[in-house]
Every structure is written in C-alpha cells, then in structure tokens.
Antibody, heavy 119, light 107 residues
Framework: QVHLVQSGAEVKKPGASVKVSCKAS????????ITWVRQAPGQGLEWMGW????????NYAQNLQGRVTMTTDSSTTTAYMELRSLTSDDTAVYYC????????????WGQGTLVTVSS | DIQMTQSPSSLSASVGDRVTITCRAS??????LNWYQQKPGKAPKFLVH???SLQSGVPSRFSGSGSGTEFTLTISSLQPEDFATYFC?????????FGPGTKVEIK
C-alpha cells in the first residue's frame, strides 16, 4: 500500500523559511519522482515543481525559482521541499505526490501540510 | 505556460444525474490530461490519466474523453460521494498546469 505522510502544520513569520517533509512507503522510492503542489485558502492547485528520486533532475515553477529547493533522501525514502523568504502569499496547504514522469501522472498524494505565514 | 480552463465553474445536480465537465487547453496537449477529485479538507484523488484511462479502483461511472485541446469528464449517474471539486491537469510539458476546478454541488 502506497503512503505518503507529510510533516505537521507550520506557522512562520514573513521572511522566514519552511521545510516540509514527505515520507514515502509501499513502493520502490527510486523508481518514481515527487511532485509538490500547493493550494492557497479557497483557491485552486498550483504545481510547484518535480524532483526525480533516483538522480538529481529537478524542475521548478518559474515563479518560485530561487526560493524553492526540492530534495530527496533515498536512505529514508523521504522527500523535502524548502521554501525561503516567505510572504503571506505563501500561506497554503502544501502537498507532495508520487510522480511517474514518463506517464505524466501524480497518483498518490500526501495528506497536506498547512503553512501559515503571519507576523 | 499552457493555460487550462474548465466549464462550468460550478454546477448543481441530483443523485442519479449525468454530469459532464469540460476542460480546455490553450494549445494541443495530445492526451496528456489527468483528472482529480478533491473533497473539502482532503488531498486530491487521482481519477483519470491519459485523458480516458481510469485509475485502478475508480468506479466505472466515471469516464474521460478527448484529445488535443478539448476534454470531458463524465459521471454517468451521480452518487452522494461524488459531490466534490474536480480539477483537470495537463502533463504535456513543464510546468504542469491545473484547471481552476469545477465544484459539483447537491441540488
């Protein structure tokens, strides 16, 4: 059974950084990538980027370039998403999803992590 | 970036109704189109990939069709558990982009 379990909710001040983790289980971690998607309150879904799990291929959304870093740790089957220089516009639920790059699918999702940016 | 639009933005329907949601891409994406269902406070659930292939475990009342720039998601007989918001997503190129969603509400 595939599971992605994310870290808990965070409250950050403007200008701070946040690092969200996504622990994967139930499949061979290195055969799929991880996609990150966020959803601001009451809004739609925004693709943030993708990271391969078996090598260092990464693609980030252009509007987040320079502020976001996605990494994976195969030894612990955990993916991480760090977002820096937070503003109130970054307040959202952040999701990780298992990505099959060849098929273009994101089939299993984590439960989401609420990040609130407030002074 | 490829822009995705959906229509309608919301609809009201009754249990047993046939419901069709349309998704359009700003350029041809072949069949690189996925559909997701999201309920309030929950993560999206993957329903359909490659425009028309149902994910394992998805009820057969759901079906997808289309290619190029126009796609549809149809629910043949709406069930109580189907009231949710539905998003399309293109995976033709990076960045992957989502439609704004269609909220299916109870009439």
């Amino acid at each position: 059974q595939v599971h992605l379990v994310q870290s808990g909710a965070e409250v950050k001040k403007p200008g701070a950084s946040v690092k969200v983790s996504c622990k994967a289980s139930g499949y061979t971690f290195t055969t799929y990538g991880i996609t990150w998607v966020r959803q601001a309150p009451g809004q739609g879904l925004e693709w943030m980027g993708w990271h391969s799990a078996d090598n260092d291929i990464r693609n980030y959304a252009q509007n987040l370039q320079g502020r976001v870093t996605m990494t994976t740790d195969s030894s612990t089957t955990t993916a991480y998403m760090e977002l820096r220089s937070l503003t109130s516009d970054d307040t959202a639920v952040y999701y990780c999803a298992r990505a099959n790059a060849a098929a273009g699918t994101n089939d299993y999702w984590g439960q989401g992590t609420l990040v609130t940016v407030s002074s | 970036d490829i822009q995705m639009t959906q229509s309608p933005s919301s609809l009201s329907a009754s249990v047993g109704d046939r419901v069709t949601i349309t998704c359009r891409a700003s350029q041809s994406i072949s069949t690189y189109l996925n559909w997701y269902q999201q309920k309030p406070g929950k993560a999206p659930k993957f329903l359909v990939h490659a425009a028309s292939s149902l994910q394992s475990g998805v009820p057969s009342r759901f079906s997808g069709s289309g290619s190029g720039t126009e796609f549809t998601l149809t629910i043949s007989s709406l069930q109580p558990e189907d009231f949710a918001t539905y998003f399309c997503q293109q995976s033709y190129n990076i960045p992957q982009t989502f439609g704004p969603g269609t909220k299916v509400e109870i009439k």
